[in-house]
């Protein structure tokens, strides 16, 4: 998955799990816990919807608060992961 | 409670702990599984009483029951780990000889709990479901941390534990079932005794002398921790092993019913009441 496409799909997915969220206002690069743009509850429904989105589960060594500092790193880690950037 | 009273109340729960240790490998299992038994109480599985329950045949039910079954002791497996490795690293600096006994037998007590739930995941779902959670929160306030472990622990026991006992006595599961079920509610009937006395005098030992803004911290990561424990008994990869279509789409339909929350308020009200009293979590 490229790096665009990850972003994107990343961007769906925290809207989905936290449908109050200004995705205009969000750069790539916000720190999304330090800034309490979502919770650690919603970290748990984050994996369900990057699974999905991914269609691959997520390994226990991905399963670390550094791989949801914000939405880039999160494309990285989840989606980009075994593939070129 | 005065040191002396609590001291003695650990002596007791350490007598106990000594007399009846519960032995998992007395467990007669079953060879294989039965489709036509419960392996879980209907009310409590997620599904129920939803427009995709009420189309499944009594088979599939009874299939979705097993999973629910296997997804419900693999969180206590992921939880007992974790509450393990937590009491352990604490026993090292453990100062109190009771306390320290005590916490011994908590842990073997987990330990055994462990080897018995994975034995039935593995042997009837051919698997433990994957253990999701990422520890955020740890914080650098001794204090705090401690208190949120421990309150953590209760609310994580007390739910488990009203699962226990209601499917312990539901005289519809299989042998097996109820067997896990009562072996478990029989020991951890001693750790949310001594998790209520332990809170208590946490409580009235430091959270008086709290700032407002530590209390209101606490009350936030204990409840964002409730529903931690709650999401994780809606599980997509329950629903696709039972077979059920769209199983990600039923998920995201069902952890946000209003039935889900009606039912995880009735269990919150019934059986978290207790720490709404000390003023650990608010509004239960």
Redesign the interface.
Known sequence: MNRRLAVSRVRACLA?VQPGIRLDELDDDTPL?AERVI???D???L??HLE?ASGR??S?EQ???G??RDVRTIARVFLMSGDSE | MSNIDFDRFLRKLSAASERSPLDPRRIEWPAEVDPDSWYFSPELISLYGTPVWEAMSARERKRLSLCEAANFFSLNIHGEKYLIGEIRRRLVAGDDSELTRYLSHFIAEEARHMAYFSEFCERYAGKIY????????AGDDRELDRLLLFARIYVFEEIVDHYNRTMARDERLTGIAREINRMHHAEEVRHLAFGRRFLMRCVHRELNGWSDSMRAELHRQLA?YL??VW??YCN?DVYRDAGIDSP?EV??AT?TSTRAAAHRAAINRKRLGFLDVIGLLEAT
């Open positions: 989905a816990l919770s650690s509850l970290v748990l429904n994996i369900l999905e589960k997520v226990r399963l670390v608060p791989s949801f | 994957p253990d999701r959670s990422v520890r955020l929160e964002v529903e931690f999401t994780s997509p990600f998920w995201q952890s």
